[in-house]
């Protein structure tokens, strides 16, 4: 998938469904809309339960769903079967509206704002889940709507999911139902570390030695690739180098650069880009960059880089474990002379298991048709026929099922892949045949290092300094971009630059905010 690409993880359950791999909101004043149908008489609400317990469904629902991700090609045939088994079943049909990876961020908000009349949307910790919650995007889910509406998920979710999805002690979202890990790692020409005689990588010093001796030896191929053009405000190597490195946490990846270290029990904020370890990462990056590891135009840089990768332009990238090991499995399968590897360049760090809001589906505010909505996530976890049908598409066209839990890419696999259906990822999911040994060893091997702190399940509510917020986005891309590709020469000045900017942006006031916040949660645990 795509950056924190962006917090973007490993997922054990992405990691078994490989072939899937891979703004105020105007609502606001309807807010309570289906929360209220869910309240009136049976006879007045559509899908309420009936005298027989069981819900009504003799009226035909069209509902529509937003995902993120680009449309498959095989969408049109996937979703005709879908929606014919959904008839049957909850005597409903979904249309699905994609929004496509490079330009996500900007559309999705936008949906909530305008009040588009949507019922059913992805959601997730690095894609606005808390942002929206907040803002009155999503309807809250209570026990009895999901008990009602989501018996099988309601049945299978573990209590702590539920628990770590609330925003403010009230839930929005239908977590997904797996374990995950959320740490980066990168994927590289292994037949290149060969060719040249390289050490193992496994290290930040062994993988800058790698990537400079691709960059002076090999013709027309880009040693690292990257695509900061889609508004995302961070170098891509940063969650590895800078984050994972110093066993540090964001607070917040998609809005701010402030950090607490993850065994500090006392949950001190402070500025990532004001610290010497960003400074030392800067020179690192700078040497990267005059070696000509990137390309000078990387910042205005929207390629699909996996695609580049494997059509050999590019070396390598960094990306969450489960993404990584698809795309090893794909090459392997579609380009078998060419050889790629996967390596952690942060090995015996602490590792950072996923909270539940890592992948889910919410309803939308303004949705008429709440109760079918939740109905049809039910089917999308727990129905096997609808989980397979919309995780890995047609079966023995897009994928072959392999027995009951694995499956093998079918001819048009590459028709049914890169969306973001890991929305359901749940114990359904099948594993490739073909998932690569080392990436399942390499996740094996980090379930002794997860770390549980304090801090994992705070949410910032940034609704009181929501313009310094937005200000200081727009500083991220302004000036941390390009210094953290190597654009400014002088690092020094950069570095002043940026922060004399982010605080004019009202870092401070953000800071102080975050920091009250953190200590009324942290009390409040006591």
Not at 65 to 94: H, R, S
Not at 155 to 167: G, R, S
Not at 280 to 301: F, M, Q
Not at 495 to 517: M, N, P, R, Y
Request: proline share 4%; net charge negative.
């Amino acid at each position: 998938m795509k950056n924190k690409t962006k917090k973007l993880t490993v997922t054990l359950a992405t990691m078994m469904a490989l072939g899937t791999i891979l703004s105020a909101c105007g609502g606001n004043n309807n807010a309570n809309t289906g929360a209220e149908a869910t309240k009136a008489p049976a006879t007045a609400t559509e899908g309420a339960a009936t005298n027989t317990g069981a819900p009504d469904t003799s009226k035909e629902v069209k509902l529509k769903m937003l995902l993120i991700g680009g449309q498959p090609g095989d969408y049109d045939k996937v979703f005709g079967e879908l929606n014919t088994k959904l008839k049957e079943k909850i005597n409903a049909t979904v249309e699905t509206e994609f929004l496509d990876w490079s330009d996500w961020t900007q559309k999705y908000p936008l949906k909530f704002a305008a009040n588009e009349d949507f019922d059913l949307v992805y959601t997730a910790n690095w894609a606005l889940y808390n942002d929206q919650a907040l803002k009155g995007g999503f309807l809250e889910l209570t026990d009895d709507l999901l008990s009602t509406y989501m018996p099988q998920t309601w049945e299978a979710m573990p209590k702590v999911n539920w628990e770590q999805a609330k925003v403010d002690g009230k839930l929005y979202m239908v977590p997904n139902n797996n374990v995950e890990v959320t740490d980066k790692v990168v994927l590289y020409r292994e037949d290149l570390r060969k060719k040249y005689n390289l050490p193992e990588i496994n290290s930040l010093e062994s993988y800058a030695n790698y990537l400079k001796t691709v960059a002076k030896e090999e013709t027309g191929i880009t040693a690292y690739g990257a695509k900061p053009a889609d508004g995302w405000k961070w170098h891509e190597l940063d969650q590895a180098t800078l984050e994972q490195n110093n066993d540090w946490n964001l607070v917040d990846a998609n809005l701010l650069p402030l950090a607490y270290k993850l065994d500090d029990a006392t949950g001190k904020v402070f500025n990532i880009y004001d610290t010497p370890e960003f400074r030392e990462l800067l020179t690192y990056y700078k040497d990267l960059a005059d070696n000509g590891v990137w390309s000078k135009n990387v910042v205005s840089n929207k390629n699909d880089v996996w695609q580049d990768i494997k059509a050999e332009k590019v070396s390598s990238y960094a990306q969450n474990l489960g993404t990584v090991a698809a795309n090893v499995s794909e090459m392997r399968r579609d380009k078998p002379d060419v050889e790629l590897a996967i390596a952690d360049l942060t090995p015996g760090k602490k590792k950072i298991a996923a909270i539940s809001t890592q992948n889910g589906m919410a309803i939308h505010a303004t949705s008429k048709n709440v109760e079918r909505s939740l109905m049809l996530i039910d089917l999308l976890q727990n129905d096997k026929e609808i989980h397979d049908l919309t995780m890995y598409g047609i079966a023995g066209t897009n994928y072959i099922p392999d027995g009951d839990k694995k499956y093998t890419a079918g001819p048009a696999a590459a028709n049914y892949t890169g969306f973001s259906n890991w929305g359901w990822n749940s114990p359904l999911n099948r594993q490739d045949s073909a998932y690569p040994v080392e990436a399942d060893n390499m996740f094996n091997s980090w379930q002794s290092s997860i770390y549980h702190f304090p801090l994992e399940t705070f949410v910032f509510d940034s609704t009181p300094v929501k313009n310094e917020v937005a200000n200081i986005g727009n500083v991220m891309l302004r000036y941390a971009i390009p210094l953290e590709y190597g654009l400014i020469d002088d690092l020094d000045k950069g570095q002043a630059d940026l922060i004399k900017q982010l605080k004019s942006a009202g870092i401070d006031k953000v800071q102080t905010e975050l920091q009250s916040q953190i200590d009324a949660f942290l009390a409040a645990q006591k």
